[in-house]
């Protein structure tokens, strides 16, 4: 079921729909050519043989679908369509699900083969209502056979996200730090997205490093796929079998405790006890599992991980987590600021956490310089070794965080922008990052409702499926930058 490791793929059920006052068979002839368009783009749908007009046909669609193995629906309105015998199958089929209609064809057509589709979508939603199911209903949910081919494939990656979360488990190791509370958060709203949340000590972390030291031979392989990847950049190659036992373990844990879950993600303690019992810092080793598709949140960070689960599923790419971290000081030149001002930028950062495929050709490993200052001052590094440093690729990307408020409320907030293709001038996983409208975004969304300091970054923008799956998942407060037109609420319409 996973086209990228730890994501699920998606198979679409199509089923078309009749009121039973109008022609069968304008329903089946528009559901055939809905199908054709969908094979020339090759979206991987399913055609469901029964035409639902009543609840019997709907019994029996959601049966055959199940039966195929879909993974989600699409409900096709071939003409008015009957609203009670929808929303039941969709309600016994139990799978995220999309509403969408037919135009009609021609002006010929208009008397003995209309449809009134668009009149019947309105019926078919508030029916939705009543049994308080949420589906995916497209901007403009009304078209051709081509255009409906387009939503279908538009659909897949909401769908995708959607089954995700409702089939993830968070493995976490280890309390949040005490210097960094707003990784603290309550977790009540993640079961009620369906996320299961398995806590662990750091204590259970060692014992799990400890007892993979037997592995040798897995030991030596691992370590010689680390110095493959890192090439010119294995500046620690003493830290290489250290590093691989402690992927070992960690891999190990996941595939022996997703229990119930299809799919996993981490958030783990890495500071500051972390470096003294196991001899190095985890951040390579978290970069790798990203690559591989689980993410590994740094501090703890139990939303983070999720935030960045959130953007894979989007995307169906590598992801990473960085800090929102510094200003971008005016002598750095920029060339193209990608429609941002200069008050728009910022440096994302963080230790050496990002997948190497995300980062320039000239990545290495090297020690995490702030923790050095505290824990090693005036040595030569040794337990702060194991960073994965480089330049972040320039390019597009979406930035996304989930969280919780202290009421258990979750909100998120998603915004597009790019990479751009400037030096940092500093340390550990980092880019120059332009997010247009960004400067008040900050201030009305970031700090005025209390997000913390973590963003998940995706590279490539999904801010629409975002948005999307968001609301099929009923997240209630969902934000993103607003036009220098639109004030925020909170903005002084003084100043």
């Known amino acids: 079921m996973n086209t990228f490791r730890n994501t699920p793929s998606i ?29 020339k783009i090759k979206v991987p749908v399913v055609a469901c043989k029964r035409i639902i007009e009543t609840e019997t046909d709907a019994l029996a669609a959601a049966n055959e679908m199940k039966e195929q193995g879909v993974h989600a629906a699409v409900f096709y309105l071939g003409n008015f369509g009957p609203e009670g015998p929808i929303t039941i199958g969709a309600q016994k089929l139990g799978l995220p699900f999309m509403l969408c209609a037919a135009a009609e064809e021609s002006r010929k057509t208009l008397i003995e083969g209309r449809g009134d589709a668009f009149c019947g979508l309105l019926n078919a939603s508030f029916n939705c209502g009543l049994r308080r199911l949420r589906p995916y209903i497209p901007e403009q949910p009304v078209g051709s056979p081509k255009a409906i081919a387009r939503l279908i494939a538009d659909f897949i990656p909401v769908a995708r996200v959607v089954i995700g979360i409702r089939n993830l488990k968070v493995f976490a190791f280890g309390p949040r730090p005490q210097d960094f509370y707003a990784c603290n958060a309550p977790i009540q709203p993640l079961y009620d997205l369906g996320i299961e949340v398995m806590e662990n000590s750091e204590l259970d972390l060692f014992e799990l490093f400890r007892a993979a030291a037997d592995r040798k031979k897995e030991i030596e392989a691992v370590a010689a796929d680390m110095a493959r990847e890192l090439g010119a950049g294995n500046r620690m190659p003493q830290k290489l079998a250290a590093l691989a036992q402690y992927e070992l373990a960690l891999m190990s844990f996941f595939e022996n405790n997703l229990g119930s879950r299809l799919y996993g993600v981490f958030a783990n303690k890495c500071w500051p006890a972390f470096e003294k019992a196991f001899g190095f810092v985890p951040c390579y080793v978290n970069s790798r599992l990203a690559t591989r598709g689980i993410p590994v949140a740094c501090e703890t960070d139990i939303y983070g991980a999720v935030s960045e689960y959130l953007l894979q599923l989007a995307t169906a790419k590598p992801v990473t987590l960085l800090d929102v971290n510094n200003t971008v000081p005016e002598d750095l030149p920029i060339k193209n600021l990608r429609g941002a001002t200069r008050a728009d930028l910022f440096m994302g950062f963080h230790c050496g956490n990002t997948p190497s495929c995300c980062l320039c050709q000239d990545f290495c490993m090297k020690y995490q310089l702030i923790m050095h200052r505290l824990m090693e001052p005036g040595r030569e590094p040794e337990i702060t070794c194991g960073t994965l440093e480089g330049r972040i690729k320039p390019g597009p990307v979406t930035i996304a965080r989930l969280g919780s408020t202290p009421e258990n409320q ?86």
């Open 11 to 39: 198979k679409i059920g199509l089923i078309g729909v009749s009121r039973d006052c109008f022609p069968l068979e304008l329903t089946r002839r528009r559901l055939q050519e809905v199908l054709a368009e969908c094979r």
């Open 410 to 495: 979750l909100k998120a907030y998603l915004a597009e922008g790019h990479v751009l293709d400037a030096d940092p001038s500093s340390f550990g996983s980092i880019g120059v990052f332009a997010i247009p409208g960004f400067a008040r975004f900050y201030r009305h969304v970031l700090i005025e409702r209390q997000f913390p300091h973590h963003t998940a970054v995706g590279f490539q923008h999904a801010g629409a499926i975002l948005f999307d799956a968001l609301r099929m998942l009923e997240i209630p407060e969902i934000y993103a930058p607003r036009p220098a037109s639109v004030a925020y609420p909170t903005e002084n319409p003084f100043r």
